[in-house]
């Protein structure tokens, strides 16, 4: 009997995978045949680079079976960050947060007083990844913010591995709408 491929999901920023979206996403996603399993950083008062290590040390038993690595706005930056480190079978990167080094000078001011300065600092320290081989899907809802459509953009441009860029129709900055599943679930499939 084959063992069931591994689905790491990292949900987004403040959520986990207690909230509707995830909970729905799994239901959805569990009919594939996935052995999904959610890595919810400690998001509270934690820069990126805590983030990042938790994700290191949650990853070393997972890491033999190359499982599939998705996340959400941070989760995406963050499983973006870690394949430079590790090899997934494929990174699906939905609302791809915008707070690589290049880009800190367009956020808004409104960003450094939710985010505050330490994690604005650290976020500095993080160029966007493009020598990454690992098969990649960007995906973005059409009605998302608009820093964050056109990072997923740039960085599906920049991506040099196998890639593909899907712009979900009347989507927003919330992984709570069916069609984004149903593109999370083309995605896998592709």
């Not at 239901?27 to 290590?53: A, D």
């Not at 990853?59 to 499983?79: C, E, M, N, T």
């Not at 090899?87 to 939905?94: A, G, N, Q, R, Y």
Request: aromatic fraction near 12%; charge should be positive.
């Amino acid at each position: 009997m084959s063992q069931r491929q591994t689905l790491i999901i990292i949900p987004g920023f403040g959520e986990s995978k207690k909230d509707v979206a995830y909970t729905m996403l799994k239901k959805e996603l569990g009919g594939l045949g996935y052995k999904i399993i959610f890595h919810t950083p400690k998001w509270k008062r934690n820069t990126v680079q805590k983030w990042l290590s938790d994700f290191d040390k949650f990853f070393q038993k997972y890491k033999k079976r190359k499982p599939i690595v998705l996340g959400f706005s941070f989760g995406a930056y963050v499983a973006l960050l870690s394949a430079t480190k590790f090899i997934f079978s494929k990174l699906i990167l939905c609302s791809l947060s915008p707070y690589f080094k290049d880009n800190i000078k367009n956020l808004p001011p409104l960003a450094y007083k939710i985010l505050g300065q330490k994690r604005m600092r650290a976020f500095k320290q993080h160029d966007l990844p493009k020598n990454i081989k690992i098969p990649a899907r960007f995906l973005v809802g059409d009605k998302d913010l608009n820093i964050v459509i056109k990072r997923s953009i740039s960085a599906y441009k920049k991506y040099k591995g196998n890639k593909k860029l899907v712009i979900i129709k009347d989507a927003e900055h919330d992984l709570n709408n069916r069609d984004y599943i149903k593109g999370i679930k083309k995605a896998l499939l592709s």
